[in-house]
């Protein structure tokens, strides 16, 4: 069955840096594209990144753009997400969620249970 | 800035029909936006209900269904069960690199 499963998160101070990881299974990980999506403590989804199932074509939302960079290594089955200069709206549980065929990034069909990053002094 | 708008919170009695909508700050929704449905339970990760306007995944149980309705994306629950009390909520593409998801719908079952 497909697994995703992030990890990585924690707590870290206004301006730091934390990267967090998404472990996939269950499927042929280099053959599907995958997003990262947060959300905020008590309030709705925000889409924040996607990358291509080769890597070569990377998207972001406009509220990230410069301070995270998504990545993915296809032979460790596993997607990254670097935080740059975190600020306290970046505070959010963060998913990831493979797209449902390569032709269609814009739909979504399984999600990770999601990691909690916390930015605060 | 482009925003998509979901009903706040909607009540339903259990056995009966509702149907909640997203609409886009743009114009009207169709089926190039290729709307998607999650829902999302207390504690819970979204889980995908319906994508590309209408179609389900194989675990979409038979009473969910989406549409286009009056301009906007809509996802209809026939039969509500106590279970389907969640959080929904819709997401747009906008073409490019731009998704969008609505600000969710409390659906109440009572």
């Known amino acids: 069955q497909v697994q995703l499963v992030e990890s990585g998160g924690g707590v870290v101070q206004p301006g730091g840096s934390l990267r967090l990881s998404c472990a996939a299974s269950g499927f042929t990980f280099s053959a599907y594209g995958i997003h990262w999506v947060r959300q905020a403590p008590g309030k709705g989804l925000e889409w924040v990144a996607f990358i291509r199932y080769d890597g070569n074509n990377k998207y972001y939302a406009d509220s990230v753009k410069g301070r995270f960079t998504i990545s993915r290594d296809n032979s460790k089955n596993t997607l990254y997400l670097q935080m740059n200069s975190l600020r306290a709206e970046d505070t959010a549980v963060y998913y990831c969620?493979?797209?449902?065929?390569?032709?269609?990034?814009?739909?979504?069909?399984?999600w990770g249970q999601g990691a909690l990053v916390t930015v605060s002094s | 800035q482009t925003v998509v708008t979901q009903e706040p919170s909607l009540t339903v009695s259990p056995g009966g029909t509702v149907t909640l909508t997203c609409a886009s700050s743009?114009?009207?929704?169709?089926?190039?936006?290729?709307p998607n449905w999650f829902q999302q339970k207390p504690g819970q990760a979204p889980r995908a209900l319906i994508y590309s306007t209408s179609n389900k995944y194989s675990w979409t149980p038979a009473r969910f269904s989406g549409s286009l309705l009056g301009g906007k994306a809509a996802l209809t629950l026939s039969g509500v069960q106590p279970e389907d009390e969640a959080e929904y909520y819709c997401l747009l593409y906008y073409g490019g690199a731009q998704l969008v998801f609505g600000g969710g719908t409390k659906l109440t079952v009572l």
């Open positions: 743009t114009g009207a929704v169709t089926s190039d936006y290729y």
């Open positions: 969620a493979k797209e449902r065929a390569r032709s269609s990034w814009f739909d979504f069909d399984y």
